[in-house]
């Protein structure tokens, strides 16, 4: 079997050594053996090993890429199939978001007399509903409300805060932006848009750029998913 200095696998994507330690340190590559005095000797496997927890990185996030490779060095292929289908799950979701906040843009630039309020969805909802349906804490949702983002009425009975179909789409699209690493004055300018109707070019490219963003994603998933069963076949080749 061919041996690999730790070098050797820094050098292939520019990152140094230490990355490389620190990486079989955090359990995203298998263990190394060593020398008799010491040295790290790594095998095809740990370069497999790294090249898909590196391509894992763009498509599910350093975080959840460190939690899938930590599954299969622990042979639990299924926690990691896990973690994978709840990626796609995600960007499934903000493919339906995007698609949601361009039919509300249009719909509110083609009728900018229609009441927003009567969308498809009115249920209003409390602020613990609103941040269970974006799977957020109630804090992010007052955090955006500080910020001038969301504007829900309260109920003169109670002092609640009530979000309507308005305020679901408005703090729908602040989650989706939000991923997309938008500041949230840059959010709160592109919901005062929306709420105009009218002005819509930085909507319009805020849109697009987080289209080519999941659409870049997405291949990064197929491209993850490639290096992934790579490590696995070569892993059990030398089982």
Do not use: C
């Amino acid at each position: 079997m061919i041996t690999l200095r730790p070098a050797d696998l820094a050098r292939e994507h520019g990152i140094s050594t230490q990355a490389v330690r620190n990486y079989e340190r955090d359990g995203f590559i298998p263990p190394a053996d060593r020398t008799d005095s010491g040295y790290r000797l790594y095998t095809e496997v740990h370069a497999a090993a790294l090249r898909a927890f590196l391509a894992l990185i763009p498509a599910y996030g350093h975080s959840a890429g460190g939690q899938i490779m930590n599954a299969l060095n622990d042979g639990e292929l299924d926690h990691a199939l896990m973690i994978i289908d709840r990626g796609h799950e995600q960007l499934l979701r903000d493919r339906a978001t995007l698609a949601a906040v361009r039919t509300a843009v249009d719909h509110l630039t083609a009728e900018p007399a229609a009441d927003p309020d009567q969308a498809q969805d009115t249920e209003p909802r409390t602020i613990g509903e609103l941040a269970h349906q974006l799977r957020v804490t109630p804090a992010t949702v007052r955090k955006w409300e500080s910020a001038g983002i969301l504007t829900p009425v309260r109920d003169p009975a109670t002092g609640y805060r009530v979000f309507h179909g308005s305020d679901v789409r408005d703090a729908e699209l602040a989650h989706l932006l939000r991923r997309g690493g938008y500041p949230l004055d840059h959010i709160r300018t592109v919901v005062q848009q929306i709420r105009g109707a009218g002005g819509t070019d930085a909507l319009a490219a805020a849109l697009d750029d987080w289209r080519r963003k999941l659409t870049a994603q997405g291949l990064a998933m197929l491209d993850a998913a490639s290096q992934v069963s790579r490590y696995l076949t070569t892993a059990h080749r030398t089982v």
